[in-house]
């Protein structure tokens, strides 16, 4: 049975870090796609960082790239999501994703490509 369980998220204030950990089971994160997501009030779940399981760099929307970072620990099956400077527009709950076991996921951003979520971890980030 695959289980993602994320941690790590809270309240900060506007301009410090938090790292996200998903805690993947029942699924080997070394050549899979895996990728973190988040929703905000009122808005659409939008694709964060990601990796897709074939070769080449993370992904990162737009808003993030420079101050996020993807990373993962393939010997411990965890992924990690690194948050510095931190705005009002990153407050969402955060979610992390795995598509099912043998998938070829090319565009990671996809969240249709994705089979297994964890139950999320919610970020606020205070002005």
């Known amino acids: 049975q695959v289980q993602l369980v994320e941690s790590g998220g809270g309240l900060v204030q506007s301009g410090g870090s938090l790292r996200l950990s998903c805690v993947v089971s029942?699924?080997?994160?070394?050549?899979?796609?895996i990728g973190w997501f988040r929703q905000a009030p009122g808005k659409e779940r939008e694709a964060v960082a990601c990796?897709?399981?074939?070769?080449?760099?993370?992904y990162y929307e737009d808003s993030v790239q420079g101050r996020f970072t993807f990373s993962k620990d393939s010997a411990k099956n965890i992924a990690y999501l690194q948050m510095n400077s931190l705005n009002g527009d990153d407050t969402a709950v955060y979610y992390c994703a795995a598509p099912a076991a043998g998938t070829v996921v090319a565009h990671c951003h996809n969240e249709r490509a994705y089979s297994y979520w964890g139950q999320g971890t919610q970020v606020t980030v205070s002005s």
């Open positions: 990796v897709s399981s074939i070769a080449g760099g993370p």
């Open positions: 029942g699924f080997n994160l070394r050549y899979s796609a």
